[in-house]
């Protein structure tokens, strides 16, 4: 059973730092398209990822690019998000997703469309202050 589990979420001051991780269990997730969603709470969650990673390359929301950095430790099974120069409309729960279904298919094109992930975390809480 795949289970993705983030963590690192908490409160920051704007401007600060914080990294969140995604770790799988389950399954290895190396050859699979992985990304990063967000959801303001009582809102619905956003439709495209803020952050992606896959075989095909790394893809940002403008919304973070230059900001937030992703990436995978392999051997770990792992998924990070850097996330530099907190403002408060970060604030938000972030969710980790992954394509297992499509994992390790020859010539896999990653999207950050959310309907193209299957297997998905619960969420961690980030706020930033102001």
């Known amino acids: 059973q795949v289970r993705l589990v983030e963590s690192g979420g908490g409160t920051v001051a704007a401007g600060g730092s914080l990294t969140l991780s995604c770790t799988a269990s389950?399954?290895?997730?190396?050859?699979?398209?992985m990304g990063w969603f967000r959801q303001t709470p009582g809102k619905k969650r956003e439709e495209f990822a803020i952050?992606?990673?896959?075989?095909?390359?790394?893809e940002y929301d403008d919304s973070v690019k230059d900001r937030f950095s992703v990436s995978r430790d392999n051997a770990k099974n792992i998924m990070y998000l850097q996330m530099n120069s907190l403002k408060p409309k970060d604030t938000d729960i972030y969710s980790c997703?992954?394509?297992?279904?499509?994992?390790?298919?020859?010539?896999?094109?990653?999207?950050?469309?959310?309907?193209?992930?299957?297997?998905w975390g619960r969420g961690s809480k980030v706020t930033v202050s102001s």
């Open positions: 997703a992954a394509d297992i279904r499509r994992a390790g298919s020859d010539g896999t094109s990653c999207y950050r469309r959310d309907f193209m992930y299957d297997s």
């Open positions: 389950g399954v290895r997730t190396n050859n699979a398209c």
């Open positions: 952050a992606m990673i896959g075989n095909d390359g790394i």
